[in-house]
């Protein structure tokens, strides 16, 4: 049973870097195939998806966040990092790691998600 489990911070102010960890048991980060995704859903708005992290390391960011946003892993605590800087309060959402299939494009497991607001 492969499951995730995002946490950090609740709340974050205007201007600071917001930072999540997203911790996978059941199932090894480096797995082939396997794409560890970082979405978000502001308040009353559908999901945005922000990037990615795959089983070899490489990253995909969102074009309107990447700019701002850094995606990485720790192997050895099969851990995916999420690092959003400059945060504003429309990055006040529900933010969720997921693992996506290769070849697929589908997300086969999600995490329960965290809710995030940015507030001074």
């Known amino acids: 049973q492969v499951q995730l489990q995002e946490s950090g911070p609740g709340l974050v102010k205007p201007s600071q870097t917001l930072s999540l960890t997203c911790t996978v048991s059941g199932n090894s980060i480096t797995t082939n195939s396997y794409y560890w995704t970082w979405i978000r859903q502001p308040p009353g708005l559908g999901l945005e998806w922000m990037g990615a992290i795959s089983y070899s390391g490489s990253t995909y960011y969102s074009p309107s966040l990447r700019s701002r946003t850094s995606i990485s892993r720790d192997t050895s605590k099969n851990q995916i990092t999420l690092q959003l800087r400059s945060v504003t309060p429309e990055d006040t959402a529900v933010y969720y790691c997921?693992?996506?299939?290769?070849?697929?494009?589908?997300?086969?497991?999600w995490g329960q998600g965290t809710q995030v607001t940015v507030s001074s």
């Open positions: 997921a693992r996506l299939v290769g070849g697929t494009d589908g997300i086969d497991y």
